[in-house]
Nanobody, 128 residues
């Protein structure tokens, strides 16, 4: 079965950290560009971080640059999003995705072209 399964969401206080994981099954994640998308309550889903498959180039939106780090472990067929110095505005459902290419739009939000798979989403809540 071809799927992406996220884990690692939860409730944290401002300033704390979380690491999200996204495990791929049924396909090789290294063959695809990857990304993490966030959907805040009442807002559209937006790409906060992406990574290419060819040279490992990374992309971060203005809102998370310097605080979030995207990575992948090809041996585990898994991608990660390390989130540090979390803020209340980081609250939302986080989705991982894999696809064929990356472009960026306003505020350096990334968009995955030729989308292949979405994960089911994991909720991150940042609140005191």
């Amino acid at each position: 079965q071809l799927q992406l399964v996220e884990s690692g969401g939860g409730l944290v206080q401002p300033g704390e950290s979380l690491r999200l994981s996204c495990a791929a099954s049924g396909f090789t994640l290294d063959d695809y560009v990857i990304g993490w998308f966030r959907q805040a309550p009442g807002k559209e889903r937006e790409g906060v971080s992406c990574m290419s498959s060819s040279d490992g180039s990374t992309y971060y939106s203005d809102s998370v640059k310097g605080r979030f780090t995207i990575s992948r472990d090809n041996a585990k067929n898994t991608m990660y999003l390390q989130m540090d110095s979390l803020k209340p505005e980081d609250t939302g459902v986080y989705y991982c995705a894999a696809g064929g290419g990356i472009t960026t739009v306003q505020n350096n939000l990334c968009v995955i072209k030729s989308l292949y798979r979405w994960g089911q989403g994991t909720l991150v809540t940042v609140s005191s």
